[in-house]
């Protein structure tokens, strides 16, 4: 899931908008609110995806019954974080698409390596959702983007 939303998604936003489409505000704003209405049905979906694991793998050990709410509570607001960074990223990737290749293929060499320490993070032992608490879900490309539309998750 980290590759996929925070490498893979703001490659995939800057395929499917071109140069132009990202200059047209009005297109680039009802784009970003179908990325927000997208991060409001995933945000629904985490108890029934949660309701289907334990169905699959059983209630697991005490503690995580207990840590269920705040599991489920973690997942959605680390779901809406890291997808408002894959649109401030998809931005920093278009601005360096139109600087050319190489400084496209740069941003996208930094937004895999900040993906892959991601993984590293998410990996390591202990509580995930601690340690996600003080560094979050998604990734952020060090390169600032120009000009942002205000994207505000739910």
Not at 41 to 63: D, H
Not at 114 to 121: G, I, R
């Amino acid at each position: 899931m980290n590759a996929h939303i925070n490498f893979d998604l703001p490659q995939a936003i800057v395929a499917v908008i071109s140069d132009e489409e990202f200059r047209d505000v009005v297109l680039l704003a009802r784009r970003e609110a179908d990325h927000a209405a997208i991060d409001r049905v995933l945000a629904a979906r985490v108890a029934a995806e949660q309701a289907e694991l334990v169905a699959i793998s059983g209630p697991g050990s005490l503690l995580d019954r207990m840590l269920g709410p705040l599991s489920r509570l973690g997942t959605q607001r680390f779901l809406l974080e890291s997808r408002e960074k894959v649109w401030v990223n998809a931005v920093t990737l278009n601005r360096a698409r139109q600087q050319g290749p190489e400084s496209y293929a740069a941003v996208v060499t930094e937004l895999e390596e900040l993906s892959a320490a991601k993984v590293t993070t998410l990996t390591a032992p202990g509580q995930v959702l601690l340690r996600l608490a003080v560094t979050g879900f998604g990734v952020r490309l060090r390169a600032k983007p120009e000009v942002t539309i205000g994207y505000a998750p739910p």
